[in-house]
């Protein structure tokens, strides 16, 4: 959380070379502009690209909404720029996606309803109805999307069609089904997933059975933006719990419960506070 | 560190059922040893294994070292028990075994001799002379056995033939030599090895490279027993440090260290102590 | 979480002297008790205490109920052994406190029903109505208890009267207001708080704006017990979050939540399963 | 660690107000130097106070190390910055006081040895010879200067003597001498020192011995400055390890000789890489 006054943010990705930072700095400074938080990284890697935040002041900065694209895209023209703009007062708009599983959604509802989380939530969906009083209680509307294997894809593009222009990214609160590319790509780097880790991984089912019984010290859980590449997206967060043999399948799983949300809520605030600029397969997370 | 008293550990596996506390107890009790630590464990599935660790002072207790063993046969007996006694005076013996990186030598021999670690270390063993002055600032004696990989069983069986008598247990403090089963099967569940480990696993190599152009943001550590099954014998002990995309591939090493040395020494540090037992391929850690 | 199936918990304190796990423990298996885990510890020192937690199935135990106390009375009287028993089909009954604050209350009540923490939770109680629709939410009674500082004994005495033998312990989760003598002497050793803790200590108005003023790179929280010596209970659980220069107020504010509920919970969980034991001004936990 | 090629690193603080960037970004642009790393923080309170970290390339950058102060000079008075620049192939150079207490002192020479520290070790001194062998085997002098308490000022007076134009800043690596006011002014803010810390604080003697009475559950250490105020100057690196009932005395002080190793590394790489700025009691760390 950075201070309650409104605050605009710029994301900038582009290949290395002097004076990025310079017109960018001269850029604000010259609208008046007031940088609070300025965060650059460059790969430093044989053709390098440079990655570049800078959130600074709504108040006092001469240039409208309108009107600061179009003054900025020079800059960005010349430094082959992949670029964004974002309002602190334009919250993003999230749908959160859920099955059975109620941990995850009941810390997102809790930590947003707090100001941890500066969204609107303008939907639930699942394809169960088992969360829908925890909906309720938060005022959220929740729709029951169910899906049948056979036809996913009819089922999911009716998903599609209902969240059309409704949202500005997604949340996998632990929802267990499977994204269909046509899904995805409507959403490139936009959705959100939280699945739990182990080391060493365990791939396939009963994935806590078999940490179980390899007798791992230590419980996983990573977020990652979802692509076609199943749980293979940029990774954003990424946190461990300790355990032992005193641990049953149950305990394991309870830990892991605590991990997740944990670390899908971190994901989460990154992502709304246009902290999260990614390359190749792989993020840059501004803190 | 428990007291400085000395001890004897009584470890013990056997298939579960009742009355096997109270034996034991009743054993030690009768032979008036005063019980300091007493651990046990049951898998609490159909074919319940149960484990126990007592650990109890040697002043007072009425059996000398050669009747103990004998006195307690019966009851073992009983029980169908896999048992050891250890004698805290006994220091377990050590031989460890590096390559060129010193991280985990240095830690370990520090450790060792502020007296975290309650063990005799009769030689280090490296195919490099790279830590000679390492192993000589602490007065151990370090033995130069190179391995051609063309002849790596007949040099193996070299290193065998001299280690012969002298140790209990080894440590692979970051030997980067692949061992034969002849070697393994001469220590079983008793040479001690320390690798990276990654969420998600990179297998092959160059790993630290791979886990970069991952962007993964967790760094771990895994300590396991060797066995013939490569990295995958019973896990002692985990952990794992934070990074982000700051993390070049040396900080990622850098930092790999670090948490490998500190891993090392724990699992160092229980089975020095006696609190380590094996099951199927996973550990019961009395900690 | 143990096995489902429904076990006793016999905790321990006295004087140390060998005999007393054999005594136990044959007392157990002589009535054809399954130990399922088993912790003791001694403290070690010159007038040596003992503690001890024994867990066994109650399916199968030949005593009934009522008949164990009895049983087990001439082992207790012999060791003078300060002792409990507690059935896991008997859950705690345990009434909650808070203010204004939701967070730990939203932590416990999930977890309550995700099956984590097995006790009951007959009531609610408050000084404010803020947080009734989430009591409704789990179907809990809540109850509306205003404290006026000038007659706050009087008060707090009501409470006690409503509260009387309703409850076994109980939680303040962020109860904003101070306990008297006549209220904590009432659940010696059965009130569990929640507070922030920092390194070092800020005593007084304003904590959280003076960790910020000193820069602290760590933000805790501890759970205690409550005794009429302010915040200085016998501890039962802690942990730490960290912090930097760019967490501002608001940050350190809400990273203490989540530490603190975190810590609230595993507290409560090792008092609801009889795993905590108190001696002098100190907790001894069997994890 | 960031790349291997020399690197010049400017650190500002002054009042803030727009165009301190874009003034700062203009000048390294103009004399073609590239920009690697590039940190900021504003206090974002009344009187606002803005600190910045750049570090960019040497090679290429048109301004020889004797004409960049100078051409930086307008700037600096323009904006009423405090400000310094230090070149990375000229190594900080650091004296390390020790007493008898090793730890420290041979974590920080394995982390320098090992290419983690990037600095020069010209002494170290102790009030103890017990650590000589230590430094002998990483070829660094070793000076005992012996304090008598009667004459302590005396005895400080003479090592700052010695001291004086060899180092540029000092680690106390468990010193368990109080340094004169007239030691501390010699060096402001250039000296770090690591003591213990505990939740809560233990103020006084045999701090161990009392946080063992007291049932903590967590040891911690506190990296800082020296200030004239004992243990009071600003915080640069904390961390906790945790515990429980079984660690005696001696377990927890071994716990804390672990953290206070870590801690002091990380805190003497932030200071050696120039990512520590002090605003009043306080710091900020530019990881």
Redesign the interface.
Known sequence: ???QKQTITLLISCP?Q??I??AV??F???H???????????T?QEECTFFMRVNFAEEGFLLPAGELEQAFRPIAERFRMQWSISYSRQRKRVGIFVSKL??CL??LL?RWK?G?LAMDIPFIISNHQALE??AH?YAIPYYYFPIARERRIHDEQRMLDFIAGKVDFLILARYMQILEPLFVDAFPHQIINIHH?????FIGAKPYQRAF??????I?A?AHYVTNNLDEG???????I?C???D?V??LM?KG??VER?VLAEAVRMHTEDRVLIY??????F?
């Open positions: 959380m950075a201070t290395d002097p004076g930072v310079a700095s001269n604000i400074f010259e008046a502009g007031n940088i609070l938080e300025s965060d650059q990284h460059s430093n109620d941990h009941t810390d809790w707090s941890e009083a925890l209680m880790s182990f080391l060493p991984a019984e390899r007798g791992v010290k230590l996983g990573t940029p990774i954003i967060a990424q946190d461990v300790h032992n043999h005193r049953t149950p305990d309870r419960l605590d944990r190749e397969n792989k993020t840059i997370v803190e």
